[in-house]
């Protein structure tokens, strides 16, 4: 059993992270265990959990399971859980009473628990004391030893508690079945070491550790083989990429070197304004197959506040980086993410965040309430406002987001955009994709255009997706 601990997960060590290129193999004796058997993943949180649980289900797969959409009909049910926000954690803890009424019919079921959740200290004390049914709990440092935890657990017929606080090493060549066959997550790095106070990241995803350029764009240029269209390059904060790297080698060139591989869209998710230099933005600006779309979190629009977070830039500062690449990459879209009441916020520190939103006019925002997380500096600082007052400053700043989004996406009506149509629509009859810009499009087309980039002709207009026809 190996438990998280908060104060080891905050130390960052000097150690040399090692680059482990074993071929990864799932233990010989494990390969058929999940013969005739059917697992359930369920999925919280951000691009990297989605990428973790493509990982996991190669894994499982290669165990012979087999994967169920229906919870009711698995074996082995397993959470991938995010500990980003208080209702991340609620809405893991109900489904978890879902499962427990399911186990009480069928004990035999394993039920396990990975993720950013399973690194936290406070979850884990939790489920060892209340949730004892839960077989497995592993956390995202390992998650590649699940047909070893997986066997222990079973052998000793009883709660496998494996997580590590200490980041290890990065391991390429771990299995992934992908969930769509056009466009990929494709890892550049992971953990983050920004420390932003009121976050939980650089806890759960421990430090920064890039991956090797050449080990990056060997994955691209096999999805490129592979017939994909799209990748989208992931880290909590891609423009810092590189830097943990002992070679001289930053975002900018990895971005090149991706679009030299002649891969028709490549994006990247997220940057944080500090690292985005003005190569980037060149780079962005020079070659047509990096889309012009950025996500830029602002978090808030006061200075006072954005020194309280830790976020190392002001209003100000933000303002001239999001000019610059509106100045240098032709018609691109940017969305951000705004944390309304953190501790300390005036009405005037509100105000300062409405003045960016009305200033960027951004085409969409994720915004929400500050949730405190235990063990994060924020969580000491003192916050005087209501609920009733975090609600209206949400309330209020939504609004605000939905007439700028919605005015960002009048402009496209009757313009000719370049989709690439990637799954059937929720609409019959129709397909869905983005744009270059990652407006999300339904268009009317028949199944033969799956995985191609048409052109499309947008046709109506509504605040969050566009409707569109194929242009001839
Ligand atoms: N690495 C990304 C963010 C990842 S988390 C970045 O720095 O840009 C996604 C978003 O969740 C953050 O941008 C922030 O807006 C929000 N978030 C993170 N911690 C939060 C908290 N404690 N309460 C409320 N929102 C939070
Ligand atoms: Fe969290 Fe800040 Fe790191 Fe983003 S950059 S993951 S908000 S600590
Ligand atoms: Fe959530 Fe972990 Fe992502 S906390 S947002 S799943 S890195």
Redesign the pocket.
Known sequence: MNLPDLKEAKVRTKKEIKIIRDDYQVPENMKTMGKDKKYYLKTYG?QMNVHDSENIKAILEDMSFTETMEMEDADIILLNTCA??ENAHNKMFGFLGRVKHLKESRPEVICGICGCMAQEESVVDDIKRKYKWVDIVFGTHNLHKLPLILEESLEKNKQEIEVFSIEGDVYEGIPVKRDSKYKAWVNIMYG?D?F?T????PYTRGKQRSRMPEDIIKEVKELVNNGYKEVTLLG??VNAYGKDLNIDYTMGELLEATAKTGIDRIRFV???PWDFDDKMIDIIAKYDNIMPYI?L?L?SGSDKILKLMGRRYTKEKYIELFNKIKEKVKNCSITT???VAFPGETEEDFKDTLDVVNTCKFDSA?T??????IG?P?AKMKNDLTEQEKNERLYKLNKLVNKYANEANQKYMGKVVQVLLESPSEKPGKLMGYTDTMKLVNVEASEEYLGKIVDVEITDVKTWSLDGKLVD
């Open positions: 951000c980003i926000r983050c920004k932003c009121y976050c939980i990241v909590q904060n997220t940057s944080h996500h979190p978090q993410d705004i944390i994720f929400f309430i500050y949730s405190p997380r994060t924020a």
